[in-house]
């Protein structure tokens, strides 16, 4: 009787115990395989908006910039690096930064003011897309503003509200104008939903008598460049600017993204641990059970690796069965969570250390939803199915025979 064959017969000869050890394997399987498409999901969803809204891949600032975020502390040569940029087929564009006061109705707050070329900006962010009342901005509008959430329901405007701006302008004289609020954002970022205000760069440039220069050229890489290659190019292009990765601009959101993959080892680790006692338990009756069996195929020549083989061939068996079945099972679950999502939005959206995502959560399908389970799973039973097979490989054939 082959191995294999013999190791099929042994995994039915109590039913009962191999279904309840398959079914409880296949139910860590499933739910970690949805667990890693959350996980996998929520971190992606993280970086696409922190990229895709504010931070871009690469940035480059004044050296002072960083130190000193003031009006002054601004980039004279802007508009020559943009046509370095464009002349390397790279998305750039550049932004206005300065800070006042906003004021509505009958509030008031410090806001930092932003202006951006509405037609460039379209090429490195998203920011358009998340309008939630009103318009994005129009070039042809130049006193219109579109504000943050948090910001418009602290100053308690909308769109067609008039909004009052006042700061001092970069010739010491006091700027302040009024404009009307064309569009208010949905979830951004903290900073930006609580003091964000954006106006095109022409109304930026007037309101603070800042005829030329930019306070930050957002980039976004090719595709086929990682962001490192990507920073050294644009280095060389800008020697004379302080040039940073988002991973440099956010650090502690680089770590956690980092650190994703161990943190869901470690919680499969914990589950499948769980999972390894149950089959080490399982496994272990099965031997004792079968004690005067294995003494016998030793007696009529049986080695201790084909006795070895029979004992893992069954765990494999069930393990192969659990993983076709929690594969079936977790597919609807799977489709759900990428095509409809969870609704967080009833509970209050999602945030993370001040980045704000969207209010679906959805899921992801790639190799590593499937991967980093499977293998897992595949190291903790084949650990808790060594022991077993062991004991039961290297039994002494004569004592295994007297066994009672």
């Not at 294999?4 to 039915?12: G, I, T």
């Not at 037609?119 to 129009?138: A, N, P």
């Not at 962001?227 to 988002?246: C, G, I, K, M, Y």
Request: hydrophobic share 50%; with cysteine; aromatic share 8%.
């Amino acid at each position: 009787m082959s191995i294999l064959r013999m190791a099929w017969r042994n995994v039915w000869r109590n039913r009962r115990r191999s279904l309840v050890t398959v079914a409880a394997t296949t139910l860590a399987f499933t739910v970690m395989v949805l667990y890693s498409s959350l996980v996998q999901g929520y971190l992606v969803a993280m970086e696409r908006n922190l990229l895709d809204l504010e931070l871009g891949d690469v940035q480059v600032h004044d050296p002072r910039y960083q130190d000193d975020p003031s009006l002054y502390s601004s980039i004279a040569d802007a508009s020559e690096l943009l046509a370095r940029f464009d002349a390397k087929g790279y998305a750039a564009s550049a932004r206005l930064l300065g800070f006042g006061l906003g004021a509505g109705a009958d509030a008031s707050a410090g806001v930092q003011i932003q202006g951006i070329d509405v037609v460039r900006d379209r090429r490195v962010s998203r920011i358009y897309e998340r309008v939630k009342q009103g318009r994005w901005l129009d070039p042809g509008a130049p006193h219109e503003v579109v504000v943050g959430s948090q910001l418009a329901r602290t100053l308690v405007v909308k769109p067609g509200d008039e909004l009052i701006l006042l700061s001092q302008a970069a010739d010491g004289s006091t700027a302040n104008d009024i404009y009307t609020v064309r569009g208010v954002l949905q979830g951004v970022s903290e900073a930006v939903d609580r003091v964000g205000v954006f106006m095109t760069d022409a109304a930026f440039r007037r309101f603070f008598a800042f005829p030329e220069g930019a306070h930050e050229i957002i980039l976004r890489r090719p595709p086929d460049m990682d962001v490192d290659a990507f920073a050294a190019s644009v280095r060389e292009l800008a020697p004379n600017e302080r040039v940073q990765t988002w991973r440099e601009l956010a650090p502690t959101l680089a770590s956690l993204l980092d650190s994703a993959r161990s943190i869901m080892v470690v919680v499969f680790l914990i589950v499948y641990v769980a999972i390894g006692i149950l089959i080490l338990n399982a496994m272990l009756m099965a031997v004792f059970e079968r004690i005067r069996e294995f003494g016998v195929l030793k007696a009529i020549g049986y080695a201790p690796g084909q006795v070895l083989l029979v004992i893992l061939g069954e765990c494999a068996m069930q393990t192969l069965l659990a993983i076709v079945a929690g594969l079936l099972l977790a597919w609807p679950g799977l489709w759900y969570l990428t095509r409809v999502g969870i609704d967080m939005g009833k509970l209050g959206g999602m945030a993370m250390m001040g980045v704000v995502l969207d209010p679906i959560w959805r899921g992801v399908v790639n190799p590593s939803v499937f991967t980093m389970p499977l293998v897992t799973l595949v190291a903790i039973v084949g650990l808790a199915a060594a022991y077993p097979a062991a004991r039961a490989a290297w039994i002494s054939p004569i004592r295994a025979i007297q066994h009672r």
